[in-house]
């Protein structure tokens, strides 16, 4: 499995379940990534990204966007594409 840094979480909304990410490489709906932080991982589909509250397809670099996660994460964790 190959994987290339995509993002980093900046910060976490536990009640909604949405991680703020700043965008390092671009990312689209249907992309497979890997959340990892220093003592967990996870992999999910991205299936929601939303920028100002309005829903994106894809997120370029240097954007930040809001990304619904399936479970808590926390800031600095780094999101890998995987391919």
């Known amino acids: 499995m190959a994987k290339?840094?995509?993002?980093?979480?900046?910060?976490?909304y536990n009640h909604i379940g949405v991680a703020v990410v700043n965008v390092k490489s671009p990312l689209k709906i249907g992309?497979?990534?890997?959340?990892?932080?220093p003592s967990d991982s996870f992999?999910?589909?991205i299936t929601s990204?939303?920028?100002?509250n309005k829903s994106i397809k894809?997120?370029?670099?240097?954007?930040?966007i809001g990304l619904?996660?399936?479970k808590e994460v926390r800031?600095?964790?780094?999101l890998y594409k995987v391919t």
């Open 58 to 64: 894809q997120a370029k670099a240097k954007q930040e």
């Open 4 to 12: 290339k840094l995509v993002g980093e979480i900046t910060h976490f």
């Open 43 to 45: 992999e999910q589909e």
């Open 75 to 78: 800031n600095n964790y780094k």
């Open 49 to 52: 990204m939303q920028i100002d």
């Open 31 to 37: 992309d497979t990534v890997l959340i990892e932080g």
């Open 68 to 70: 619904k996660v399936d």
